[in-house]
């Protein structure tokens, strides 16, 4: 890995503004605690299209967003927008570019903020983490699937199978919102420990927040699916399934963990912009704001 510096010395992409760039400027790398990486890949979508699109439009609508987020403001702490991945070639170099820029974010002491794209982007980022050195961390989902099939019509770098490549090199993994899975997704589950708390259980109690198991890793690498939120709030995804989380509740949840573990990154996967109704790519870069900001009031106090 020795293009450190031609990586990090690009700007700015044609068409992708920088994350919130209409109130802050884009800082040097270093001075940056959050990296936003954009990676428009949609390869293996199986319903509705449109995730390619999810990042640059969410960039788009991050320029309405406010510095202040309600009770803090996170662009206190630096947010540095990447060059969009290169999404050509086949999966495995595009995997492969999404994981060497996680890895210089993290040599960099820094938190990777993945902008999808399908789901698959995930374990590039995760793969940028191990290649770092950091071995000791868990994965908190919020979806409406468990992604956890083998292979999905002979792909097994497909979005349904993200979670399976995930605990496969053995990392813990903790499931929040499911309500879509099959018999081997459920075998999975039992055969790695995979624990969770579906959609059932958590949407009608309204639960809103959680405490990770004693044994859960430390440190936390969270992935947020928009389709594990409610249709009613996020349509805006290929494959939408009734009976997901609120705003708010996907709010408590993240930030219950936040309170208990150290978050080393997140992402937000499956944004399918709709033409027209830019609300809910509105809603994606709020999301994306408001993680950022629950993240900052979890830092200790000497940071």
């Known amino acids: 890995m020795d293009n450190h510096d031609e990586q990090f010395d690009q700007r700015v992409a044609p068409g992708y503004p920088v994350f919130l760039g209409s109130e802050i400027q884009q800082p040097t790398p270093q001075q940056a605690l959050f990296h936003v990486i954009p990676v428009p890949y949609e390869e293996s979508v199986s319903y509705g299209g449109g995730t390619g699109e999810g990042p640059k439009a969410i960039l788009q609508a991050s320029w309405q967003l406010e510095t202040w987020d309600g009770q803090s403001n996170p662009s206190e702490l630096g947010i540095y927008t990447h060059l ?29 903020v993945a902008l999808g794209g399908e789901h698959t982007v995930t ?10 050195g950091v071995t000791d961390f868990g994965v908190v989902q919020i979806d409406a699937h468990a992604d956890l099939r083998d292979s999905y019509e002979d792909n097994p770098l497909s979005h349904a199978c993200v979670m399976k490549r995930v605990v496969d090199h053995g990392i813990p993994l903790f499931q929040l919102g499911i309500r ?6 459920r075998e999975t589950r039992v055969k790695f420990g995979v624990q969770h708390l579906d959609a059932d259980l958590l949407v009608p109690a309204g639960i809103s927040e959680i405490e990770l198991p004693q044994d859960f890793p430390s440190k936390v690498f969270f992935t947020v699916d928009v389709d594990g939120l409610d249709p009613s709030v996020f349509p805006s995804t290929g494959t939408p399934v009734p009976g997901g989380l609120g705003w708010y509740q996907t ?10 573990r150290q978050i080393i990154g997140f992402d937000l996967m499956e944004h399918a912009p709709i033409p027209g109704f830019h609300a809910y790519d509105f809603a994606a870069a709020m999301l994306v704001y408001k993680l950022m900001g629950i993240v900052q009031r979890a830092q200790p106090a000497d940071e």
């Open 251 to 260: 709010l408590g949840l993240f930030e219950s963990v936040a309170r208990q």
């Open 180 to 185: 879509a899975f099959c018999d081997e997704e």
């Open 123 to 132: 374990w590039g980022v995760i793969k940028g983490l191990l290649d770092a």
């Open 84 to 112: 969009p991945i290169n999404t050509h070639g086949s999966p495995e170099s595009v995997l492969a570019r999404i994981s060497e820029l996680a890895y210089e974010v993290v040599l960099l002491g820094k938190i990777p």
